[in-house]
């Protein structure tokens, strides 16, 4: 009988030893199926879209099984201060509901206030007036920024750091002035008609054209005169589906470098459908160069365009940092 005993608590101990031990590995196991993100929620982004969205985003979070803690922005520049605030050890992603502008924002607050080595990767879930960085990523809406989160798919991603009056910021899409600054002014205002307030502000300023005298320092060169735009880019895409730089990689160790020199109006106005399909670059006066680094000079300071942000003055020194964040992508 005491033999039996025996084996009874021994058949227990090792039952208990079994259940408890397969409950920690499931856990283990569930931790690592189970990504926690911090979203962060641009309620006014593309025209208050991101407000109007966010009941049925956070649905689509819960059906996926997309474990997140949820902060709204107040302000304009919020983003870099709740990233700058945040415990980034508690994560596995930062999510963004917003804009070009938005991911400008918590691109900041990471390098800018993180140990760099071990910043957590970014998914957009998009629901800005352009969304043009997430469209090198393979998403065109929130459903796939979602979905992009779900694959788990992660990809290194260059940043173009740039300097303003002493200062250094970062971005991923691109920055530049002239032009395409000037109509980007327009389009903030117009936010609520999304993409369609590019097109409207490229056809207002056609009107009241003016060019710019720059200096840029590229590649061991000095290109000098008045140009209409120049823009240093990561990626392809600016204001929504323009192309602005088709041969641009978001992970190839270089940045495109625009320049467009002077046009007429009309010119202008026949080669603007030419930028949705990238074949402006065809044009005598476009101009592209690849490079790592470049510095632009202007006769006066001039208004920077980063991500789509209207910030920042000119003169700027523009680096490329290779793979320097992850981002969540959709193949």
Do not use: W
Not at 14 to 22: A, G, M
């Amino acid at each position: 009988m005491h033999s039996t005993l025996f084996i009874f608590k021994v058949n227990l101990f090792f039952t208990f030893f079994y259940i408890k031990y397969s409950l920690l590995l499931l856990a283990i196991l569930y931790k690592k199926i189970t990504m926690n993100f911090l979203i962060i929620a641009n309620p006014v982004s593309g025209g208050k879209k991101g407000e109007k969205r966010l009941p049925e985003i956070q649905n689509l979070l819960k059906k996926n099984n997309i474990k997140y803690d949820l902060i709204l922005t107040q302000y304009h520049g919020h983003a870099e201060i709740i990233i700058k605030q945040a415990d980034l050890k508690e994560y596995d992603g930062i999510g963004l509901i917003g804009g070009d502008g938005t991911n400008f924002h918590v691109l900041n607050g990471l390098i800018k206030h993180h140990n760099n080595k071990n910043l957590p990767p970014i998914a957009i879930i998009p629901t800005g007036s352009g969304d043009s960085f997430a469209l090198d990523l393979g998403i065109t809406n929130y459903f796939f920024g979602i979905k992009a989160m779900t694959q788990k798919n992660i990809k290194p991603v260059d940043v173009l750091s740039f300097t303003s009056q002493d200062q250094l910021f970062y971005c991923v899409n691109m920055v530049g002035t002239g032009f395409v600054t000037e109509v980007a002014k327009i389009a903030v205002k117009l936010k609520f008609l999304r993409g369609l307030s590019y097109v409207i502000g490229v056809l207002y300023k056609m009107i009241f054209l003016r060019f710019h005298k720059i200096e840029l320092r590229i590649n061991n060169d000095i290109i000098k005169g008045k140009k209409c735009f120049v823009e240093f880019c990561n990626s392809k895409y600016t204001g929504k589906k323009m192309l602005m730089a088709p041969q641009a990689e978001i992970d190839d160790g270089y940045f495109d470098v625009i320049v467009a020199s002077k046009f007429s109006r009309f010119t202008l106005l026949k080669a603007f459908p030419k930028i949705f399909k990238g074949t402006h670059l065809n044009l005598d006066q476009v101009s592209v160069f690849k490079t790592k680094k470049a510095v632009l000079i202007t006769k006066k300071p001039e208004t920077m365009l980063p991500d789509g942000e209207v910030f920042g003055k000119t003169p700027t020194e523009i680096n490329l940092l290779p793979k320097k964040i992850n981002y969540f992508y959709l193949k």
